[in-house]
């Protein structure tokens, strides 16, 4: 199947303005803003069943519908924030196929009538930041972005701001609270973005892998990226694999492929031909799944890995084999945790910081009843966090001490 | 001497970006600006920042320890940040960190004798396909280098003392 994002995959030098524009490049936005209204656009988008690929997989042409047309101007953000670890699809996406992101970006600005798009990068992506600056401005030589195009009333401009080293801002409001200038913690919602956003006005924030896919849905039409993947889950993902695979990397595949085609058919199975221990679907912020056939089997759209008790998420998939012990693990993600803690509200605070004691501490032998005592620790945090990082910093301590107790039992001195 | 002075276009082009109500936004991009010559932002550049955006030295400084990439202590000149996260740690990056700080003489944390470079573990860079790997965080910049071994990295650190 041809590539729907990875398309530099297909085209060489994608990512110059002139090829991007022979190969169908701008042709759905300058179509939209000259033929289309705005709302055409968010249905088509709607109907098209693009959700979210930042993780939360949120209907895509929902969000935009919620957008509230009482309140002016509205805003576009694109989350470039990719901080999840074993995440790095944004990545290759900005560096590959820039003004298809861009493109993908324009399009949302027109449907929710934005005249004004933000694209949010972490800090780190300092030279991706700069070469999308001189993309955007390629773009407003030819007249893509800037006032009144295509002698029509729209007009657009695309700034980029980057971050600082900072996961927490990945959460949508605490993107918002980043980009206006403030620590970046999140927010309480309600109200949402759409209501209350970017300076206290309407804003529709998306992940940039979202955006990506938007101009092939104006080209091709929502009835044809129904057609690739599966019911729960419609079109392409692309899958961040990483860990103890041979090779590790980017693969865009249509939902519904499973976890055994990942890992083994293009992922080259396991270094050293060991087996898979636990599969790690949503990064960092997994739930871990003990591997077995019936789960290698499994097709991997949203809600069949929900099956498994986990969360397909952002699909940063880190295979485990079983050299690694359990401790070791949780006691890596919980340090990363505890450090991204924004420090806003006390159970994530201080239950990270907790956390991270007791897996210390069951790095080296441990005191008697420390494993219990992590659980409760970590149980005491679910539903009470402001955000999802305090309650994915639970994920892999709990199932990781409920499905994996033996790896537990072993280090603490009786 | 102020930033305004100093840097007068980027300044206004940083400015440029934002809304008049969202001028604050400006204060993360100002901050690099401010970090561009020592590495690190001092409390005169805070002031500074705080005047042009008409917020407190408080807020400003708020922000500079919020966030890991800002720096409010001189260190070394250059920062090298080795990504020892778990998808990393799965492919030897922990294994590299130790070899690194035999080879340099440095715990993680320390800075080379000559002030030149400070060691660093950081979290995930977004390269897990490509690890071990670090990123060099200099007065002007930020670049990545992947696929690393010590070897590599001795090679990248001298090209770097021969650039200064």
Redesign the interface.
């Known amino acids: 199947m041809a590539y729907i994002l990875l398309r530099h995959r297909d085209i060489p030098d994608l990512d110059k303005f002139d090829v991007y524009q022979k190969n169908g490049g701008f042709a759905a936005f300058k179509d939209s803003v000259t033929k289309k209204k705005p709302n055409e656009v968010t249905d088509v988008v709607k109907n098209s069943g693009l959700r979210g690929r930042g993780g939360a997989g949120f209907p895509t042409g929902m969000k935009w519908s919620f957008i509230d047309n009482k309140n002016w101007p509205h805003y576009v953000v694109a989350n470039a924030d990719e901080s999840e670890p074993g995440t790095f699809k944004d990545r290759e996406i900005m560096e590959g196929n820039p003004f298809q992101f861009l493109e993908g970006l324009a399009l949302a600005s027109y449907a929710v009538g934005a005249n004004v798009a933000y694209v949010y990068l972490r800090g780190e992506f300092w030279e991706l930041g700069a070469a999308l600056d001189r993309k955007i401005a390629e773009m407003e030589e030819a007249g893509y972005l800037g006032e009144k195009l295509f002698g029509t009333d729209y007009s657009l401009r695309i700034y980029t701001h980057l971050g600082a080293g900072a996961y927490i801002c990945g959460e949508e409001t605490a993107l918002l609270e980043s980009l206006e200038g403030k620590r970046g913690q999140p927010r309480v919602r309600p109200p949402f973005p759409p209501s209350f956003g970017l300076y206290g006005k309407p804003t529709i924030i998306n992940n940039v892998e979202t955006f990506t896919n938007v101009p092939m849905i104006l080209a091709n039409g929502a009835e044809w990226y129904k057609s690739i993947g599966t019911s729960d889950s419609a079109g392409v993902k692309i899958f961040s694999l990483s860990g103890r695979v041979r090779k590790p990397g980017n693969y865009e595949l249509p939902f519904g492929t499973t976890f055994r085609d990942l890992i083994y058919k293009h992922g080259g199975g396991v270094q050293d031909s060991r087996a898979v221990k636990a599969i790690m679907p949503a990064g960092a912020s997994s739930s871990l799944i003990p591997a077995d056939d019936k789960v290698l089997d499994t097709p991997m759209d949203y809600a069949t890995v929900r099956t498994l008790g986990a969360d397909l998420g952002s699909a940063s998939i880190i295979v485990i084999d079983d050299t690694v012990p359990m401790t070791w693990l949780i006691n890596k993600t919980v340090h990363f945790f505890k450090h991204e803690s924004c420090g806003k509200c006390t159970p994530c605070r201080e239950g990270t910081y907790w956390m991270s004691h007791l897996t210390e501490r069951l790095q080296h032998d441990g005191a008697r009843g420390d494993v219990d005592l992590l659980l409760n620790v970590a149980k005491q945090m679910q539903g009470k966090c402001l955000c999802a990082l305090g309650e994915f910093s639970t994920m892999a301590v709990v199932t990781g001490i409920e499905r994996f107790r033996n790896d537990f039992d072993k280090p603490v001195n009786a | 001497m102020s930033l305004a002075a100093k840097y007068p276009n980027e300044v206004e082009q940083i400015l440029s970006?934002?809304?008049p109500?969202?001028r604050?936004?400006?204060?993360?991009?100002l901050?690099?600006l401010a970090q561009r010559e020592e590495g690190y932002i001092n409390k005169a550049a805070m002031q500074d920042i705080a005047k042009i955006?008409e917020?407190t030295e408080t807020?400003v400084a708020?922000?500079v320890r919020?966030?890991?990439?800002?720096h409010d202590k001189k260190e070394g000149r250059y920062r090298m940040q080795v990504c020892t996260?778990?998808?990393c740690?799965?492919?030897g990056a922990e294994e590299f960190m130790e070899a690194v700080c035999d080879r340099l003489g440095l715990n993680v944390g320390e800075t080379t004798a000559d002030g030149f470079l400070t060691l660093e573990a950081?979290?995930?860079?977004?390269?897990?396909?490509k690890a071990p790997m670090f990123?060099i965080q200099g007065p002007d910049?930020?670049?990545?280098h992947e696929n690393m071994n010590v070897d590599k990295t001795v090679d990248v650190i001298s090209t770097l003392k021969r650039k200064s």
Do not use: N
Request: charged letters at 20%.
């Open positions: 970006k934002y809304p109500e969202g604050r936004s400006a204060v993360m991009p901050l690099f955006l917020i807020d708020s922000i919020f966030y890991t990439l800002y996260d778990l998808p740690a799965l492919r950081v979290t995930c860079l977004a390269a897990c396909d990123q910049g930020l670049k990545y």
